[in-house]
T-cell receptor, first 116, second 112 residues
Framework: NAGVTQTPKFRILKIGQSMTLQCTQD?????MYWYRQDPGMGLKLIYY???????DKGEVPNGYNVSRSTTEDFPLRLELAAPSQTSVYFC???????????????FGEGSRLTVL | RKEVEQDPGPFNVPEGATVAFNCTYS??????FFWYRQDCRKEPKLLMS???SGNEDGRFTAQLNRASQYISLLIRDSKLSDSATYLC?????????????FGTGTRLLVSP
C-alpha cells in the first residue's frame, strides 16, 4: 500500500495563477481532508469529504475548491493564488465506521507551495 | 483563548531524561484526544490516543483530565530519536464529522 500520495511536493506560483494539488489514497478510506500548516501554527482544515460526491468546508476554505468524484482521489484547486496561500499543504484520510467517533488520520508527505 | 493550547518549547533534555508536555483545550464537549508526532519537514503521524483512564505505550504515557481540560504526555528515558514536535489533537466531534483541532505543537530536542 502506498498510503496517501500527494503531488507535487514543491511548487512556486506567481500571484494570480491557478493550480491543483493532487491527493490519492489506496486504503479505501471514506474520509479525506486537506489541511494547511503555516510556521508556528497548528494545522488548519481547508475542506473535507465524508465520501465520494460529498464535500464540505472546513475552517479556512476561501480561495480553494475541492471535488471527490472517487473514493481514492481528493484534489485541491487553488484559484487566483495569493501570497497568503504560501504554506505547506497536507492531505489526509481516515476510516470511520458508523457510530465510531474518530479514526486515525493518515497524512501524505505534504506539498510546499510558495506564491510570489 | 485558543481551542487547543500547547507550550511551543523547545524542551531541551539530555538522553535518558523524563519530560512531560501539557495541552489544554477549551471545548468541554470534546470527545477524544490524541498525540501526533511530527518530524522536521515531515507529515504528522499518530503517536497515541488518550483515554480517560490514562494509557501507556512503552516509554510513553498519556493522561486526560476532563475536569481541568488538559492532556499530558510523559516520555521516560528519552532517546535521540524522540526529537520531534508533538501535536496535541482534540476531536470536537460535530454531529458525525470528526472535527479535529490541532495544537501548534511542542518541540522536543534530545541531546547526547
Amino acid at each position: 500500500n502506498a498510503g496517501v500520495t500527494q503531488t507535487p511536493k514543491f511548487r512556486i506560483l506567481k500571484i494570480g495563477q491557478s493550480m491543483t494539488l493532487q491527493c490519492t489514497q489506496d486504503m479505501n478510506h471514506n474520509y479525506m481532508y486537506w489541511y494547511r500548516q503555516d510556521p508556528g501554527m497548528g494545522l488548519k482544515l481547508i475542506y473535507y469529504s465524508v465520501g465520494a460526491g460529498i464535500t464540505d468546508k472546513g475552517e479556512v476554505p476561501n480561495g480553494y475548491n475541492v471535488s471527490r468524484s472517487t473514493t481514492e482521489d481528493f484534489p485541491l484547486r487553488l484559484e487566483l493564488a495569493a501570497p497568503s496561500q504560501t504554506s505547506v499543504y497536507f492531505c489526509a484520510s481516515s476510516y470511520l465506521r458508523p457510530g465510531t467517533p474518530t479514526g486515525e488520520l493518515f497524512f501524505g508527505e505534504g506539498s510546499r507551495l510558495t506564491v510570489l | 483563548r485558543k481551542e487547543v493550547e500547547q507550550d511551543p518549547g523547545p524542551f531541551n533534555v539530555p538522553e535518558g531524561a523524563t519530560v512531560a508536555f501539557n495541552c489544554t483545550y477549551s471545548n468541554s464537549a470534546s470527545q477524544s484526544f490524541f498525540w501526533y508526532r511530527q518530524d522536521c519537514r515531515k507529515e504528522p503521524k499518530l503517536l497515541m490516543s488518550v483515554y480517560s483512564s490514562g494509557n501507556e505505550d512503552g516509554r510513553f504515557t498519556a493522561q486526560l483530565n476532563r475536569a481541568s481540560q488538559y492532556i499530558s504526555l510523559l516520555i521516560r528515558d528519552s532517546k535521540l530519536s524522540d526529537s520531534a514536535t508533538y501535536l496535541c489533537v482534540v476531536n470536537e466531534m460535530n454531529t458525525g464529522f470528526q472535527k479535529l483541532v490541532f495544537g501548534t505543537g511542542t518541540r522536543l530536542l534530545v541531546s547526547p
